[in-house]
């Protein structure tokens, strides 16, 4: 199968296979995922608002900050697509039917999630690398880190 004729049908040829899944097993492991995940999108929202609303002053002056909320924003997209879309797509076995016709009609919706999916997972370890070096520079010229900011480059 080549890439340019390889398309959502290819890939599931049978289409919904349910046979052999109990639906409350898989939804209660669903749901299980559900309490770690909605936390980290909570804690995510919170940072996000303090530094980028609340105390925006105090933090958007500061290279480190700035990058984290960069890194927040990603692992926020990460995080709502995995939940909204991956695991259900997993654990949620009677959506599959109705996904899998939605999916077959519109051929844009898998290319735009599997694009900021792994977008946002490039971007996370470029994002940390600048975290690394900002930190690094921050140990290195303990004196004039200060002076380094976001504005003079």
Request: aromatic share 16%.
């Amino acid at each position: 199968m080549t890439t340019s004729a390889a398309n959502f049908s290819d890939v599931f040829q049978d289409g919904c296979n349910l046979e052999g899944y109990s639906e409350l097993l898989e939804n209660l492991k669903y749901l299980f995922q559900v309490f770690y995940f909605v936390p980290a999108i909570v804690i995510h929202i919170r940072i996000l608002a303090i530094l980028l609303f609340r105390h925006r002053k105090v933090y958007m002056i500061q290279s480190f900050f700035i990058i984290f909320s960069i890194d927040s924003i990603a692992s926020l997209t990460q995080i709502v697509i995995d939940l909204f879309v991956q695991r259900v797509t997993i654990y949620v076995p009677q959506v599959c039917p109705v996904l899998y016709e939605a999916l077959l009609e519109y051929r844009m919706i898998p290319y735009c999630y599997f694009i900021i999916y792994n977008y946002m997972r490039a971007a996370k370890s470029v994002i940390q690398s600048c975290l690394t070096l900002n930190r690094m520079t921050c140990v290195l010229m303990p004196l004039s880190y200060g002076r380094v900011s976001i504005m003079n480059i």
